[in-house]
């Protein structure tokens, strides 16, 4: 069995039938992705300690603000790997510090955030994983 029929088998394993329509299936029974998380600043990329200046925020919400308002208290670093369920093509605008923009976020599950989980915005890794888009 080839990966991508491995992934859609996975995916067809978890997707509701036509008497649960618009049921998702629970938050911890999906399939997930790896993420690596990428800082474009240079001199955070070069760092081996985990300096709060250098950290990322993951939001509470992605189609709110991406603000200290709308960020949980789990932080990330360069090269840390996260665990993604879902992918969200039209969260809010978010620009690094060089200008790039984008508007992908993916669900990652963390353990020690309400819900289970918080976003990552597309602008802060490379990966692309193939992931289901995450139910508005």
């Keep these: 069995m080839t990966i991508t029929a491995s992934v859609v ?6 997707r509701p039938d036509s008497s649960k ?12 992705a790896p993420v690596r998380v990428f800082n474009i600043e240079e001199r955070c990329r ?8 250098c ?4 939001a ?17 670093w360069h090269n840390d790997v996260l665990n993604a369920d ?5 969260g809010d605008d978010v620009f690094d510090e060089i200008g790039t923009k984008g508007t992908r ?5 963390l353990d020690d955030v309400p819900g289970g ?4 915005s597309g602008i802060r890794t490379r990966d692309t994983p193939a992931l289901p888009t995450c139910a508005p």
């Design 9 to 14: 088998a996975v995916l067809n394993a978890y």
């Design 21 to 32: 329509a618009g049921s998702d299936p629970p938050a911890n029974a999906r399939a997930t």
């Design 46 to 53: 070069k760092r081996s300690d985990r300096a709060p200046g």
């Design 55 to 58: 950290s990322i925020g993951l």
């Design 60 to 76: 509470i919400n992605p189609r709110l603000n991406y603000d200290a308002r709308n960020v949980v208290n789990h932080r990330v």
């Design 86 to 90: 879902c992918v969200l093509h039209d």
């Design 105 to 109: 976020w993916y669900r990652v599950r």
């Design 117 to 120: 989980h918080a976003w990552l």
